[in-house]
């Protein structure tokens, strides 16, 4: 994964070990079927965009001739050739586990994938065929190329058929496409002839056999389904830009004629076909991707949404209501009583709706101030901020236009807000504003009050449900300082002379994780119990990593939770014995960022959105805040704990940066995130009292050291 001489790992292909780490799970027969075809498509979703980024990324920088090395001393085309080869191997494994395991389970279970047309039954051919008529046949556009019509333009991610056809007029051959319409379910549902059996077929298998019915003049020669992924990244010139609304939307329509980076087609493709496809598309071998089995496997989430197979799934979890908030009426009443710690999507993301909600309709509410990244479709947020400005409140909502694949989306949601009457702000130029921060300013008989939400994860309730992420509600008048200062930042460029709790990014926040990592390390050369627990989405930044290796070798012990890119090396003598890197896939996305210091006994924690990432801590606006309530700390430690203690999802980086599950023999069997959800179904909260958690992994507190020792 990197030049023997580096102490890095590549980030590119440590990426792509997080995707096994998925596909491990599409594997794992413990696992529900169901479980495990999402996990399979979740592979192929998440490979799609590393292609559309990354691998366009590292594309231009070779077209342009950059030949500096990364962290892992990898130039660009060094790191094109090892990934190609690399994801060749990982769609290899991919549609290995679909053909030998998931198919043939699938069928055993009463699911039917009709590969082929030719295996449908009379019955069955026959209803494929009114319903290609009825139904598919209007919609379709053929496209036959030849002198007088060129090859058309073939948007972005679209599964498409190629085919030769023979003009038997002229005695020529000409190439053909027809687009497989997204607008129809590409799964068909059969009648099937087998009791409690359900049969499906595939859109294109319906179209590629019926194109007869589209050339009409023509014999067909051979057809055969392909897809293409595009150079889907774009920068924009902030400072010569006059609209960056504008700009942006001129820029999504170019996504979809981007530079073609990746072709895949049928393994069985006829040679003289792909020679056409690679000719028009204007690609070479090297991005060609033979497939055995259906393209696109991101079709497996809607078969995983077929009735009937419940009991081949994961029970449904409904987040349940936070201890201790009772119908979340008088939500400000409440915060004033103490902090509220929020743990999604084990407690409900209902706090934080009804947080905005009663802002707006509160006659004391003089304003609300949010930053918004990504949000639902349908969102009762953005609902309430309109009301909120039509009800003559202040409303000040910051939409980052530039959340990559959410641009369209947060259009439409910035537009729809100013025409409510919010004031809508777009960011700091150069910067994407990516914290998770919403204040309201209330009048208040003492005088004005500000509550201020702080959360590690976006203001949107749909993934609220699929994300784990943390969140704090409080009225600290400390914070409610910072937030203000924050906003008064992002909407009139004043920086502030000073910060009373917040950290951030990008002028503050490195440094404050500097100076917390430097300050266990000497704790630990004075000799001093010294420790970091550290949980984020990825890990890539070179100097926190060589502040984290400074830390090791001092003899600080560190734990690492990093659920994707992690390019830090863990275990290697004289470097990092003292660190341990684990990454935890399981039913829900592990997206909260968590940092636990020691800190000679007087724990500091805190919470964010960043991750150690160059992009998060130098070109993005994001905030880490402090947890310093102790009930709320001792919660906070026990989320830590349990999934550290973690045996049945962790994955446990090796040294040459590969992952493998732990082996039970002698060990406690833990999933952290089933520990969870048991323990809100029981109606409980998280307390830290986690049953035998010290045993694995201990985070003591200055005051109980002493009892540590003895057990």
């Known amino acids: 994964m990197a030049d023997k001489n580096s102490i890095f790992y590549n980030r590119e292909l440590s990426w792509l070990e997080f995707d096994k780490r998925c596909l491990s799970e599409a594997k794992d027969k413990t696992i529900p079927l169901f479980e495990r075809i999402k996990f399979l498509s979740i592979t192929a979703s998440n490979l799609d965009e590393f292609f559309m980024v990354r691998i366009a990324s590292l594309t231009d920088m070779v077209h342009a001739g950059y030949t500096k ?186 996504r979809q004629w981007g530079e073609v980076i990746r072709l895949e087609v049928d393994e069985a493709m006829d040679k003289k076909l792909l020679k056409e496809l690679k000719n028009h598309l204007g690609v070479d071998d090297e991005v060609v991707y033979k497939i055995n089995g259906p393209l696109d496997l991101t079709f497996l989430m ?17 987040p349940q209501p936070v201890p201790g908030m009772g119908d979340y009426s008088h939500i400000f009443d409440r915060i004033r009583k103490g902090d509220i710690l929020l743990f999604h999507p084990y407690y409900e993301f209902t706090p934080v709706i009804e947080f905005i909600r009663q802002a707006a309709n509160d006659p004391d509410v003089l304003a609300i ?27 000040t909502v910051l939409v980052e236009l530039k959340a990559r694949f959410d641009e369209e ?29 919403a204040l309201v300013v209330r009048r208040e008989e003492d005088g004005i009050r500000r509550y201020v939400h702080l959360g ?45 709790k917040l950290a951030v990014a990008p002028i503050w926040l490195k440094d404050k994780f500097l100076m917390l990592i430097g300050r266990e390390a000497e704790n630990a050369r004075q000799g001093k119990k010294a420790r970091i627990v550290a949980k984020m989405n990825s890990l890539c930044d070179p100097v926190i990593m060589n502040a984290l290796y400074d830390a090791s070798k001092a003899g600080v012990k560190i734990d690492l939770i990093v659920r994707g890119i992690c390019c830090i090396k863990a275990g290697v003598p004289g470097l990092s014995e003292n660190i341990s890197v684990r990454s935890i896939v399981g039913n829900y996305l592990e997206h909260s960022r968590i940092f636990y210091f020691y800190n000679d006994g007087f724990e500091d924690i805190y919470m964010g959105s960043a991750d150690w990432m160059p ?97």
Request: aromatic content about 8%.
């Open 69 to 254: 090395k990364d962290i892992a001393g990898m130039t660009p085309q060094e790191q094109l050739d090892a990934l190609h080869v690399s994801t060749k191997e990982f769609m290899k494994n991919q549609y290995q586990t679909l053909n030998r395991s998931l198919i043939p389970q699938l069928a055993q279970n009463g699911l039917k994938l009709v590969r082929h047309y030719e295996d449908l039954t009379p019955k069955q051919a026959k209803y494929v065929d009114k319903y290609f008529e009825k139904d598919v046949y209007p919609v379709l556009t053929p496209m036959a190329v030849d002198s007088s019509r060129p090859f058309p333009l073939v948007r972005n991610k679209s599964l498409n058929i190629g085919a030769l056809i023979y003009d038997k007029k002229k005695d020529v051959t000409d190439i053909a496409t027809v687009q497989v319409p997204s607008v129809l379910p590409r799964i068909v549902k059969l009648p099937s002839e087998e009791k409690d059996v359900t049969e499906i077929i595939l859109l294109e298998e319906v179209i590629e056999k019926n194109l007869d019915k589209l050339f009409l003049s023509y014999d067909i020669v051979c057809a055969y389904p392909y897809r293409i992924m595009r150079n889907a990244d774009f920068s924009i010139d902030e400072e010569e830009t006059a609209d960056l609304l504008k700009e942006i939307e001129k820029q999504l329509k170019q």
């Open 302 to 318: 809607k078969v995983n949404g077929i009735e009937g197979f419940e009991h081949l799934k994961y029970p449904k979890y409904k």
């Open 369 to 395: 101030k949010q930053t918004l990244y990504r949000v639902s479709g349908n969102s009762p947020i953005i609902a309430a901020l309109a009301q909120a400005a039509e009800n003559g409140k202040q409303v």
């Open 409 to 437: 989306n947060n259009i439409a949601w910035a537009k729809k807000l100013e025409q409510a009457g919010c004031h809508v702000i777009y960011g700091l130029v150069g910067l994407k504003t990516h914290s998770k921060i």
């Open 456 to 500: 590690t994860g976006n203001y949107n309730d749909q993934t609220a449900k699929l994300y784990t992420d943390m969140g704090l509600l409080t009225c600290s008048d400390a914070i409610g300082e910072d937030a203000t200062a924050v906003f008064n930042m992002l909407s009139g460029y004043s920086e502030p002379k000073k910060w009373n």
């Open 615 to 711: 992009r998060n801590l130098d070109k993005r606006v994001e905030i880490t805040f402090p947890v310093e309530d102790p009930g709320l700390k001792t919660k906070v430690k026990e989320i830590l704990q349990i999934q550290l203690a973690d045996t049945l999802k962790a994955h446990i980086m090796q040294p040459d940066g590969s992952y493998v599950k732990q082996d039970l023999r002698g060990k406690t069997r833990l999933d952290s995130q089933m520990y969870f959800v048991k323990k809100a179904q029981a109606g409980q909260e998280i307390d830290g009292e986690a049953e035998n958690t010290r045993v694995f992994i201990p985070i003591e507190s200055h005051e109980d050291e002493e009892d540590s020792q003895t057990e």
